[in-house]
DNA sequence: TTTT
DNA sequence: TTTT
């Protein structure tokens, strides 16, 4: 993959404990949502938090750290590149998704350091 | 913004030229589709292109530099933050779309470096 | 600064603490050692740990960040930008050296983010 | 090697044809200066040019494609790690250098995108 | 919808 | 030493 063509970089805390998915091939697949925090002031001084959400996908070796490591609440960093698909959901409506595909992962405040 | 918390970086080509909108304020913002395209060989070892789109959006002055500059086909970088958001479609559907928003923008391969 | 053009970033840790010198102007200035560890095993699975080190510099209010929060063995984020420049040591040979000037400081591992 | 630890991004111009190695061992190491050009208006109002120059080091595969492709002038982008080393120089004086080791090459303004 |  |  090429991190100068795409590349997506974001340091935050896992929404929830991240759900995997073993695929028949042995395979592992890890899903989660991953929040990243900034803070800034606003005209009147008062500290604002901005949050956004993003929706990580993780394959293999990299779902198996996540799954082991990477627990709801827990602050790391991802990167990866962003890949966007549709789909139909349940009643028939195509919907567009955008992943960060994410090939690191960086488990932090931590002693030991079992990142990938 | 902080690049640490939450960065995308792309290199591509501009789908079309960039839809332009004024805001009141005399801001203006630029929204367009950038393709990152990435070549690899498959196990027959034919060359195969995988084609990620994005969508790209700019405030202010770097909308004012896609404007001028940033035409259908041309060759660009991009550095600037994930965003998602959320709307109701015309059929009453919530909808979400995930963007970049972009504070940067190169021009490459180009003889006059008129970039941000 | 162009995040496109120039961009370096890295997560480690402190080597000591930060040397801050305040200049005429009241501006300040912090120089320290970042360490960055990274882990691999070699052919006879081993784990070897590869530590590269790294000069930062930091201007004005991230320099008063890293005064207040980035002591010995912190583990931080560091983005900015590559540069070298030259200068003469005591006994007179031209020596040059390349420091990552940090524009932005995020602390890892921390509850309360008071970083930039 | 981890992008979130030591990663940097380059964007710029060939100095000068690499200089290319060939080890015994029957690969290829890549050495050349990069140059990043950075502009900004001082208070007068006037262009300024900030020229940064960069050592590149390259192995193998990515050295071969700049021995073929990235010859003087041209405009590439780098990404790589930061690395230090030192070494001795003929008066016996210890030098210390800093690198960018490249393990992404991407060849800009090309028709023929013949990059990595 | 781009580019090669 | 590049490029604009």
Redesign the interface.
Known sequence: ????????????NVGQDPQITNLESGKKVARFSLA????YKNEKGEKIQNT???TIVAWGKTAEIIEKYAGKGK?I???G????RSYEDKDG?K????E?EAN?I?L???KN?D??
Not at 1 to 12: A, D, E, F
Not at 36 to 39: A, D, P, Q, R, S
Not at 81 to 84: H, I, V
């Open positions: 993959m090429s991190t100068l063509k795409n590349h997506v970089q974001l340091i935050g990243t925090n900034e803070f956004e959400w993003h602050e960093g991802v990167a590149k962003l890949k966007s409506v919907r567009y998704v955008t960060v690191e960086l932090l405040g931590v350091g990142s990938q």
